[in-house]
């Protein structure tokens, strides 16, 4: 199943009650299936990355670049530069760790991170 930038932005704000403690992991995915349609494996994934990014630390699940970018644009809107240079690093680490794998690379994600370095 394709995830639509409704569920992602559906996701992410169940996800921001996980980073506050307000949920946990198996809550937050459970309230992001019945939110938004997302499976519970991809609602899952989706706390997991936005966490690793929280944490500036590397994630191994991918998600479309739209997707990444809604990220990294919200936790800039409502976390502040701080915790988006972390988003950043974390991205960084991911499309590292990627390109250690026999897919290829992450290109168009390495140029919406080079753009919003600047």
Known sequence: MKITMEMSKGAYEVARKVYLGQLTRNQGKIEINKATGMNEGSAQAFITIF??????EVYKR??????????LESIRQDY??????KALDAVQKHIEY???LDNGNLKGLQTIVNQMRQ
């Open 80 to 85: 502040g530069e701080i915790n988006f240079k």
């Open 98 to 100: 990627y390109s250690t």
């Open 62 to 71: 991918a998600f479309n670049n739209d997707t990444n970018k809604f990220l």
């Open 51 to 56: 966490l690793a990014m929280m944490n500036g």
